[in-house]
C-alpha cells in the first residue's frame, strides 16, 4: 500500500498508510521542534514541554490519556530528540477517534498547571540523574559538548540541570504555544481504517486549529573542526570505555547513503528504527579488529541522522586489563585502513544486503512504520528514507573509502574516554 | 491461536507458526531448556553466548558471514530456566537460517578461542552489572526472594569467579546434555505458510537428536524477609527494590494477581504507584511494579529510581500505596479497565512479528493451550473483583518484602 499525503488548509501535514489487515491502528504525531530549537538558559524546555502533554488540557483532565489508553489495551508514548518531538498512541481499530481526539487536545489545549508543571521538575531531574548513573551516557554528553561549540547539538536533549532547576512555567508554555501548531507538525495514520473516515475526522479535530508563525531557525552553523579535540571523565566505576565523534554532514546530504554504508561495513547494521532486537553484528571491521582481538568487549558504529551536521560516532567498551589508549589505537587503525583502501565487494554486497532487508524489519507491523514515516517527514519527507536506502545500493566500495577518507580524518574527530577508578564503590 | 499451527516432532520438538504476509520478513523465537539452572555457575551462560559462534563445520567468523552475508540475525541469550533464541529472516532465507540454526544447536565448535573472547564479555557484563544502581538491586534482590541456593536466586551470568572457571569440556558436557530437540521450541510469524513450515522448517529440525527431556525445576521456598544496601557514592540516583515471592505462571490465583498487579503498578503510566511517586509528588522519573511468573514460581517486586533526598519519601509513598490496598480496595471501575486493558493489549501487541512469534512461543513454554488466544479474554473476564482485592492486599505486603537499596545511601536509614 502507498502512503497518501494531504495537507489541510491550516498547513496540518496527513500521512494515511492503510493496512487492513493489522490488529491495530496507530496514530504519530511529529512536531519540528527539538533541543535544536532552545537557548542556552532553557535547555531542556522541549523535552519537559513534552512530559506536560500527558497531563492533560481541553477535554482531558489530568491522567485521562493514561487511562483512556490504558482501558483500551493501547500502547502510548512521547519522545524528543535533537530535531523532533513526537507522540503516539496504538489502539484497537475502532478507537481511532479516541486518539485522534488525544492528539488534537494535545496540540493546541495543554494545560500546563502551575502545581504540575513543578511536580515535573522533580521527575524530569530525576530522569537526567539516572542517565548520569550510566557512564556511556555520560560520555555521550560530553562527545556532544565538545564536538560543538556553537550549535544546540552542544547540549543534551534532556537538558543541563542548572536549567531544570531554574525553568518558569511560564517559559515553558510560551515555547509550547509557539511551536505546537499544525503548520509545524506531520499527522500520521497507519494501520485498518478507512481513508475516507480517517480525514473526516481528522478535519473535525485539527480543522478548527490556525496556523502560528514560526520562529527563524537559530541559524547557528558550527564553525569547521580545525584539530581534534579530546575529553575525559575520570570517574568510579568498574569499565573503561572510549567515543570517537567523527563530524558528518545533514540527513539532506548526499553522502548521507555512503556514510550509511560505511556505518554498516564499520560497526555492522541494526537498521535504523527503534525495534533492532537483540542481535550484535559479529562481522565488522571494528568487531574483527577490537573485539576478536581480545581489546573490547563490545563495539559499535552510528551515523546520526540529523536536520543539521553532526556526528558519526565510533564506540567501544574496553575489556578489562586493556589500555585504553590501546583500544583507542585499534580503532584508528580499523578506521584509516577504510580510509586509504575500500572496503571488499564482499564487505559492500553484504552491507548492501543487510541494509535492504532491514528496512522490512523496521517496518514490520503499524506503530514502527508509523514511527518511521513520522519521524522521516518531521525531519526530512516521508519517502527520504525508502530514497536514501535506494541510493545505497548503488554504491561501490570506492564511495564508501572516498567518505571515510573526507570525514573520519584525526582532525575532524573528538575522542572521549571514560576512566573508571576501581577502587571506589 | 484459531488461525496458528502447532507441529509436535518426533523428537520433541514443537514447531509453531502464524502465517501473516502483510510484512515480507520473518520472525523467530524459540527457547531450549538449557539456562543457567541445570548446569554449574557459569556455565550455562557461556554455552548459550558460544551457540552462534561456529560449529564443527565452519569457523566463529563464518558463521557470522554467513548469517549476516543473508541478512538474516541469530541470537541466543541465557536465563535461569531456558535460552531464548530470537532471529529474523525473509521468506527467501529461511532455509539458509534454518540450516545455520540447525547447525549450531547440533554440532557448535564451542571452542577455546571463542570461549576466551565470551569470558571477556561476561566478566564485563557481571562488572556493568555491578556498577548499575538498578540492575545491581535487581539482581541482589532475586538473592534475597530465593536465596542462593534456588536457581532464580543466582545470577544466570554466574559470578566473576565462576566465570573464570568455566572451561571448554564443561561447557561441551553440558551442551550434550541439555541442547537437545525434546526441550526445543521454536515459533515463526510472518512471511510463510503451513506447508514451508512442514517443508522447510520441520524438515530442518527433525534432523537434532532429540536427548533427554528437561528436568523441572524445584518450586522455590519464601524466604524470610531481609534487606540489604548497596553503596555506590559515585552515582546520583539511588535505585530502590522491594519484592517476595509470588506465583508460578500455572498457578490458579495467577490472572488475579496478574490483574492486580497491572493495577498497582503499570496500567497507563505505572499505574496507582505511578500516579502517586511520579506523578502527584513528582519524586521519580520511574516507579513501577513487577510480576515475574515462572515455569516453578516467581515473585512480585517493586521498583523505584528516585534521588536520595527524596528516597525516604518515596519508599514511605511506596508503602503507604500497598497499604491503603486494604482500606481503599481496586474500585469496579479500575477492575473494568485493568480487564479491558489485558484483552485489548493482546489485540494491539499482536501487530508485530517478534510479539506474534513471541506470544505463540510462551503459550507452547507454560504449557497454556494451543487455544489459549482464543480463550484469554474470556479468561480475564472471569476473574473474580474480589479475589483481584484480596490477592493484592496478601501478596503486596511491605512488611513481607525482602528489599534493597543502592546507589549514594551509605549511613541512610531506611525502613519498609
Known amino acids: 500500500m502507498a502512503t497518501a499525503t494531504h495537507t489541510l488548509d491550516n498547513g496540518l501535514t496527513v500521512l494515511l498508510h492503510s493496512m487492513p489487515e493489522a490488529p491495530a491502528v496507530t496514530v504519530w504525531v511529529g512536531y519540528k521542534v527539538g533541543s535544536r530549537n532552545e537557548r542556552p538558559g532553557i535547555t531542556g524546555a522541549t523535552h519537559w514541554v513534552e512530559h506536560m502533554l500527558f497531563k492533560g488540557g481541553g477535554e482531558l483532565k489530568k491522567g485521562d490519556i493514561d487511562a483512556i489508553i490504558g482501558r483500551l489495551g493501547g500502547k502510548f508514548n512521547g519522545f524528543t530528540d535533537t530535531d523532533f518531538t513526537i507522540y503516539f498512541e496504538t489502539v484497537p481499530p475502532d478507537h481511532l477517534d479516541t486518539a485522534l481526539m488525544i492528539e488534537a487536545e494535545r496540540m493546541r489545549n495543554a494545560a500546563f498547571d502551575p502545581q504540575e508543571t513543578e511536580a515535573e521538575r522533580g521527575v524530569i531531574i530525576s530522569e537526567r540523574e539516572g542517565g548520569e548513573n550510566n557512564p556511556k551516557v555520560l560520555l555521550f554528553e560530553e562527545l556532544w559538548h565538545l564536538a560543538f561549540h556553537a550549535h544546540p547539538y552542544h547540549w543534551p536533549v534532556i537538558g543541563w540541570k542548572t536549567d531544570l532547576e531554574r525553568i518558569r512555567r511560564d517559559e515553558l508554555y510560551e515555547y509550547y504555544r509557539q511551536h505546537y501548531a499544525p503548520n509545524n507538525a506531520v499527522l500520521t495514520i497507519v494501520g485498518a481504517f478507512s481513508e475516507e473516515e480517517a480525514m473526516r475526522r481528522v478535519a473535525a479535530h485539527f480543522g478548527p486549529f490556525r496556523p502560528e508563525d514560526q520562529p527563524a531557525p537559530s541559524g547557528v552553523t558550527e564553525a569547521p573542526q580545525e584539530g581534534e579535540r579530546r575529553g575525559v571523565i575520570r570517574r568510579a566505576g568498574t569499565q573503561d570505555h572510549l567515543m570517537i565523534g567523527y563530524r558528518v554532514p545533514e540527513i539532506a546530504h548526499p553522502d548521507t547513503a555512503p556514510l550509511l554504508v560505511l556505518q554498516a561495513v564499520l560497526g555492522g547494521w541494526h537498521g535504523v528504527g527503534l525495534l533492532g532486537g537483540p542481535f550484535v553484528s559479529r562481522s565488522n571491521r571494528l568487531y574483527r579488529g577490537l573485539v576478536d582481538a581480545k581489546l573490547a568487549t563490545d563495539v559499535g558504529a552510528q551515523h546520526a541522522l540529523r536536520r543539521d551536521p553532526g556526528l558519526f560516532v565510533v564506540e567501544a567498551t574496553v575489556r578489562e586489563g586493556v589500555d585504553p589508549s590501546k583500544v583507542e589505537r585499534a580503532a584508528s587503525e580499523v578506521v584509516e585502513k577504510l580510509r586509504r583502501k575500500p572496503p571488499t565487494e564482499a564487505e559492500i554486497a553484504r552491507a548492501l544486503r543487510q541494509i535492504r532487508v532491514w528496512h522490512a524489519y523496521d517496518r514490520d507491523g503499524p506503530t514502527a512504520r508509523g514511527l518511521l514515516l513520522t519521524w522521516f517527514e518531521v525531519i526530512a519527507n516521508h519517502r527520504f528514507l525508502d530514497d536514501l536506502l535506494e541510493r545505497c545500493q548503488s554504491l561501490a566500495p570506492e564511495d564508501v573509502r572516498r567518505v571515510a577518507d573526507a570525514y573520519l580524518g584525526e582532525d575532524n574527530r573528538t575522542v572521549c574516554t571514560f576512566l573508571a577508578r576501581r577502587e571506589a564503590g | ?416
Not at chain 2, 509528588?281 to 515475574?292: E, I, Q, T, V
Not at chain 2, 479497565?337 to 485489548?344: F, S
Request: proline share 5%; charged share 25%.
Open chain 2, 1 to 416: 491461536m484459531s488461525d496458528s499451527v502447532r507441529l509436535a516432532l518426533d523428537n520433541g520438538a514443537v514447531l509453531l507458526l502464524h502465517e501473516d504476509h502483510a510484512n515480507p520478513s520473518i520472525a523467530i523465537r524459540g527457547s531450549v531448556r538449557a539456562g543457567a539452572a541445570y548446569g554449574a555457575p557459569g556455565v550455562a551462560e557461556c554455552a548459550a553466548r558460544l551457540l552462534f559462534r561456529g560449529t564443527t563445520r565452519r569457523s566463529a567468523a563464518a558463521m557470522s558471514d554467513a548469517i549476516e552475508d543473508l541478512g538474516a540475525a541469530l541470537s541466543s541469550t541465557n536465563a535461569e530456566e531456558a535460552i531464548a533464541i530470537h532471529g529474523r529472516c525473509t521468506a527467501e532465507t529461511l532455509k539458509a537460517t534454518l540450516r545455520l540454526l540447525t547447525e549450531s544447536l547440533a554440532s557448535p565448535a564451542l571452542a577455546e578461542t571463542e570461549l576466551e573472547k565470551v569470558r571477556g564479555e561476561v566478566l564485563g557484563d557481571i562488572r556493568a552489572q555491578q556498577d548499575d544502581t538498578r540492575r545491581a538491586a535487581t539482581r541482589r534482590l532475586s538473592e534475597l526472594v530465593y536465596s542462593r541456593d534456588h536457581p532464580y536466586g543466582r545470577d544466570p551470568k554466574g559470578d566473576e569467579t565462576s566465570a573464570r572457571k568455566v572451561r571448554p569440556k564443561d561447557v561441551r558436557a553440558f551442551h550434550g546434555a541439555h541442547y537437545g530437540a525434546a526441550g526445543l521450541i521454536l515459533a515463526l510469524s510472518g512471511d510463510l505458510d503451513g506447508k514451508t513450515l512442514q517443508n522447510t522448517v520441520a524438515s530442518a529440525v527433525e534432523g537434532l537428536d532429540a536427548g533427554s527431556p528437561p528436568n523441572p525445576v524445584r518450586a522455590p521456598k519464601p524466604e524470610t524477609r531481609k534487606s540489604a544496601t548497596i553503596p555506590m557514592a559515585h552515582k546520583t540516583q539511588a535505585d530502590f527494590v522491594a519484592g517476595r515471592v509470588a506465583v508460578a505462571r500455572s498457578h490458579p490465583d495467577y490472572y488475579a494477581l496478574n490483574l492486580a498487579n497491572l493495577l498497582f503498578g503499570r496500567i497507563g503510566l505505572y499505574g496507582r504507584l505511578g500516579t502517586t511517586v511520579r506523578d502527584t509528588l513528582g519524586l521519580a522519573y520511574y516507579s513501577f511494579s513487577s510480576l515475574d511468573a515462572r515455569l516453578a514460581g516467581g515473585h512480585w517486586s517493586v521498583s523505584a529510581g528516585v534521588n536520595p533526598k527524596n528516597l525516604v519519601k518515596a519508599v514511605q509513598a511506596i508503602r503507604v500505596e500497598a497499604e491503603r490496598l486494604e482500606k481503599e480496595p481496586f474500585t469496579e471501575q479500575e477492575i473494568r479497565d485493568g480487564k479491558t486493558h489485558l484483552v485489548g493489549a493482546l489485540q494491539v501487541n499482536l501487530e508485530r512479528n517478534a510479539e506474534y512469534a513471541g506470544a505463540l512461543h510462551d503459550v507452547e513454554y507454560h504449557a497454556l493451550g494451543t487455544d489459549f488466544l482464543a480463550r484469554y479474554p474470556a479468561l480475564v473476564r472471569a476473574v473474580d473483583p474480589d479475589s483481584v482485592r484480596k490477592k493484592a492486599v496478601a501478596c503486596f505486603d511491605p512488611t513481607a518484602c525482602s528489599w534493597v537499596v543502592s546507589g549514594p545511601v551509605a549511613g541512610l536509614k531506611l525502613a519498609f
